[in-house]
């Protein structure tokens, strides 16, 4: 059983549109993060979030963490060819701890 | 550039060969961390190295060898692998290991075992 699953595995939208993208656990997480990784490279951290309830905005990109510290939410607005990548969050249980990844989720933006 | 350098970037060798990946990390982080990243898995945390000393491996094959010599860099070495064990080898640090634990990665190296 995956401990973080994330939704969409696979997302192909054309240039400007809108999307969400989720990530869900029955664990609570101290802290969640969110990366982004582009063929033959390796992840970019996003954003971090650590309180429940938070927003936090970058750019066009924005993250949501879950009242109950158990899921969240990356929304793209307008979405640009150069927001292709796998989408990858990850958490960490506990004030110490590894940080536990999902399966990612593929975005391809068309032109 | 995150500051974490990987080498080599491709890699390919047989089942009898021995070779090692290196990484690098100019951060000042105490904690480094070695991941295996294989299609439709989840990102595989295979050692974890704290002030250079391991503190974690999870159920590696022996086949997998890594050294941290110093707070900056770690290897892995690798001996008589199988073609299973082709994947993506992602090398991470971090400032230490509390939460939120925000990891810096390096590009990875291609492994493939022919």
């Known amino acids: 059983t995956q401990l973080l699953e994330q939704s969409p595995q696979f997302l192909s939208i054309q240039e400007g549109e809108n999307l969400t993208v989720y990530c869900n656990s029955s664990?609570?997480?101290?802290?969640l993060q969110w990366y982004r990784q582009e063929p033959g490279e390796g992840p970019v951290l996003l954003v971090t979030v650590v309180t429940g309830g938070e927003v936090k905005k970058l750019k066009r990109l924005t993250f949501q963490f879950g009242d109950a510290r158990k899921d969240s939410s990356l929304h793209i607005t307008a979405a640009q060819t150069g927001d292709t990548g796998l989408y990858l969050c990850?958490?960490?249980?506990?004030?110490?701890?590894?940080?536990?990844f999902g399966k990612g989720t593929k975005l391809s933006v068309k032109p | 550039e995150t500051g974490v350098t990987q080498t080599p970037r491709h890699l390919v060798m047989g089942m009898t060969n021995k070779k090692s990946l290196k990484c690098e990390q100019h951060?000042?982080?105490?904690?480094m961390y070695w991941y295996k990243q294989s299609a439709k898995k989840p990102l595989e945390l295979m050692f974890v190295y704290s002030l250079e000393e391991r503190v974690e491996n999870n159920s590696v094959p022996s086949r997998f060898s890594p050294e941290c010599p110093n707070s900056s860099h770690l290897f892995l070495h690798l001996h008589t692998l199988q073609p299973e064990d082709s994947a993506l080898y992602l090398c991470?640090?971090?400032?230490?290991?509390?939460?939120?634990?925000?990891?810096?990665f390096g590009a990875g190296t291609r492994l493939s075992v022919l």
């Open positions: 990850a958490g960490v249980k506990g004030s110490q701890g590894n940080l536990i």
């Open positions: 991470a640090s971090s400032q230490d290991r509390t939460s939120p634990n925000i990891q810096y």
């Open positions: 664990s609570v997480f101290s802290s």
């Open positions: 951060l000042g982080h105490n904690a």
